[in-house]
């Protein structure tokens, strides 16, 4: 990123901010939601006491996010950590996963039965959360 002439190294607070979400679900069993709300805060003030205004930061972030966002994946690592996905209740996605898998549609190099392995984990948890939502709709 380019800011007052300066190249900014914006991967750096990308980690940062990953890192700590990520050990904040692991470490401290928060939900995803409020796991990603304390890293925000870090990201940003990182990204201030680098000396980088956080709107200009934030808008290149979010400008650069969702062209990554629209792209397929190609590399899905064989460990991923579903907890985000269950916590914002990308059902959608998961079930996407689900298809793929039994439709022997992984990328090469993964493992079917990791992912099958890992979706099956938190399925008890995510047909629940499935009823809760429809029980709370009526």
Known sequence: M???GREIDTDRFLILHEEIEKMLIDQL???YLHA???ACRAEEAAVRAAGVLWRD???FMQKHVKTIG?????????DLDLKPYRDEHD???LKRMHEAVERG????GIDPAQIR???DRHAPQLKQRLRDMTRSKR
Request: overall charge positive; glycine content about 0%.
């Open 117 to 119: 392995k890992a979706l």
């Open 70 to 78: 629209d792209k397929r994946l190609t590399k899905v690592p064989a």
């Open 2 to 4: 380019k800011f007052r």
């Open 105 to 108: 549609q992984t990328p090469k």
């Open 36 to 38: 990603h709300q304390i």
């Open 57 to 59: 930061y934030d808008r």
């Open 29 to 31: 069993n928060l939900h």
């Open 91 to 93: 059902f959608d996605l």
